[in-house]
Nanobody, 126 residues
Framework: QVQLAESGGGLVQAGGSLRLSCVNS????????MGWFRQAPGQRREFIAA????????RYADSVKGRFTISRDDGENTVYLQMNSLKPEDTALYYC???????????????????WGQGTQVTVSA
């Protein structure tokens, strides 16, 4: 069973960058799809990005395409989210999630993911 913990959040000015990390301290996430979601106060959890095993395929929400990059280091059991050109509307609690489904097309549905971290806060000031 994977156990996920996010880090790297913080306060940044608009136009700045942050790199989020998600470390798995449980069993290997061999074969897992890994995803990032975010949730702002009073809003639904929103898909941001996902990456399949061995980084063969990635998928992004339109709102972050071209600004965010997801990557994974399976040897280090870590997934990353590089966030550039941040905007105030990117402010949210960011979650890492794992999906055991063997697939070439990562899911954008939160209900598909089996394990979640506690989240890391990202705040972007205008």
């Amino acid at each position: 069973q994977v156990q996920l913990a996010e880090s790297g959040g913080g306060l940044v000015q608009a136009g700045g960058s942050l790199r989020l990390s998600c470390v798995n301290s449980g069993s290997s996430f061999y074969g897992y799809v890994m995803g990032w979601f975010r949730q702002a106060p009073g809003q639904r959890r929103e898909f941001i990005a996902a990456i399949t095993w061995a980084a063969r395929n990635t998928r992004y929400a339109d709102s972050v395409k071209g600004r965010f990059t997801i990557s994974r280091d399976d040897g280090e059991n870590t997934v990353y989210l590089q966030m550039n050109s941040l905007k105030p509307e990117d402010t949210a609690l960011y979650y890492c999630a794992a999906d055991r489904t063997l697939t070439a097309v990562p899911s954008i549905r939160a209900s598909t993911y089996d394990a979640w971290g506690q989240g890391t806060q990202v705040t972007v000031s205008a």
